[in-house]
């Protein structure tokens, strides 16, 4: 068994290689629906009694025949919103991975940079199939700890962006995101401008990345252009809410990652269907991941793109499985005895 921490799982795990373990599992689902077994993952709230904090732990398991083995992964995650004012992630994770014939257990590895990038790597499908093409500007909306990976997933789909705009409601988090993106994301040749007001960088971008934990829509239809692509990931749980009613009811393709999941996760869509003064409906969901992959579903030629994302365990699975073979192939990490 492979012990991988987190610098390891950094290394070794690049987004294209995220990107491609997703679209394989999608389009493998899609051929083969019994080989992919991901289960409605269990959320509890943390500390809920007395509302100290906004938490939830979370268990995702899942199980993956891939032609040849099968294989089951378990990731637990905390989610503790206070966090950074310890200097320490929002999201906590760790990630089993093991065999079915035999139950050897191939990996244990910190979930935490794997979060990020699946996450992100669904954004990146979701903007290479429903983006317009040639597109300029991106803007990102919540300079957090998952906007870094999100952006460097849209980048490596549409590597014409020229230009990033970046907002957070602190100044000093959007300046942060600027300084540290630039160092460590070295490869992407992008001008990178803080803004302080929220429609100065909307205004121009093609595509919007929104990774928040706001409870009401955060722009306005006339703020963004008339075809822009939405990657909304934030809003997970029914409270939340980033992309107001108006803007979900008037774009003309909404995909989102996981059906099941998102008619219980998915705050701003739960939210709009719920409004007596919304006119949108889960009937108007024009379908998942899987279609946009396989082309069932078909970017529209017009009009606002809008995917939401909630995440499933079997996208974390792919990925962690993609580690976990290149560590057992490569010896990574330490070697331990089970």
């Not at 070794?12 to 992919?36: C, F, G, K, T």
């Not at 993956?64 to 994770?93: F, H, Q, W």
């Not at 979930?111 to 990038?117: E, L, R």
Request: hydrophobic content about 40%.
């Amino acid at each position: 068994m492979q012990l991988l921490n987190r610098a390891v799982v950094t290394e070794y795990l690049n987004m294209s290689a995220a990107i491609d373990a997703i679209e394989e599992l999608l389009r493998r689902q899609a051929e083969h629906p019994n080989w992919v077994k991901s289960p409605e993952r269990l959320v509890i709230e943390t500390f809920s009694e007395d509302k100290r904090s906004s938490g939830s732990h979370l268990s995702m398991p899942a199980v993956i025949y891939d032609g040849s083995e099968e294989y089951a992964t378990v990731k637990l995650v905390t989610i503790c919103p206070d966090n950074p004012s310890r200097n320490m992630p929002t999201t906590t994770a760790i990630i089993t991975v093991s065999n079915n014939e035999t139950g050897k257990i191939l990996a244990v590895m910190d979930g935490i940079y794997i979060t990020q990038v699946r996450t992100a790597a669904l954004s990146g499908i979701a903007t290479k199939y429903m983006a317009k093409d040639n597109c300029q500007g991106v803007a990102v909306v919540g300079c957090g700890g998952m906007a870094y990976e999100q952006l460097n997933a849209v980048l490596t789909v549409r590597p014409e962006i020229k230009t990033v705009y970046l907002w957070n409601r602190s100044l000093n988090g959007a300046e942060q995101f600027k300084e540290n993106f630039a160092r460590d994301y070295a490869q992407w040749d992008v001008e990178l401008i803080v803004c302080e007001q929220i429609e100065d960088a909307l205004k121009e971008a093609d595509i919007i990345n929104v990774a928040t934990r706001a409870t009401e829509g955060l722009f306005s239809l006339e703020q963004i252009k008339a075809d822009a692509h939405i990657n909304a990931v934030g809003a997970y749980q029914a409270s939340m809410k980033e992309i107001g009613n108006e803007v979900i009811e008037k774009s003309s393709l909404i995909v989102v990652d996981d059906m099941a999941g998102s008619r219980h996760e998915a705050g701003d869509l739960i939210q709009a269907h719920d409004s007596s003064e919304s006119s949108w409906t889960w009937d108007k969901v024009s379908g998942d991941l899987q279609g946009l992959v396989t082309g069932k579903v078909s970017r529209s030629e017009q009009g606002i793109t809008l995917f939401k994302s909630v995440g499933a365990a079997s996208f974390d699975a792919a990925v962690a499985l993609h580690v976990a073979k290149l560590a057992d192939q490569d010896n990574l990490g330490e070697s331990v005895s089970w």
